[in-house]
């Protein structure tokens, strides 16, 4: 996979989606609270023990398989789990 310099995952784009993958090694100090400028649907390919964390809301587990909408500019993180993780990521869906 190609690295983007400076984020805490490595990404490959394709045509109408990307690939990130997070290590099992990253600094759980570097998945902070943010917000993305396009709604996204993510669908974990690989990984376990991690969790996606809304605002006002629970972590939740993320599981192999399932995909979690992400509505634009919501703030939101993930929590780092026991392996690595591979997410398929689609913007701009209504």
């Known amino acids: 996979m190609a690295i983007s310099t400076g984020k805490p995952y490595s990404q490959v784009e ?3 989606y990307f690939v990130r ?6 600094d759980p100090m570097e998945l902070v609270w943010h917000r993305d400028r396009e709604d996204r649907e993510v ?7 991690w969790k996606l964390q809304m605002d ?11 995909t979690y909408r992400i509505p634009a500019m919501e703030y939101h ?3 780092k789990g026991k392996e690595n993780l591979l ?3 689609k913007e701009k869906v209504k």
Do not use: A
């Open 14 to 16: 394709e045509d109408d």
């Open 43 to 49: 669908t974990i390919l690989e990984g376990s023990g």
């Open 21 to 26: 993958e997070f290590s099992e090694s990253v």
């Open 87 to 89: 997410i398929q990521i």
């Open 56 to 66: 006002n809301e629970q972590p939740r587990e993320l599981i192999k398989g399932k």
């Open 77 to 79: 993180r993930i929590i």
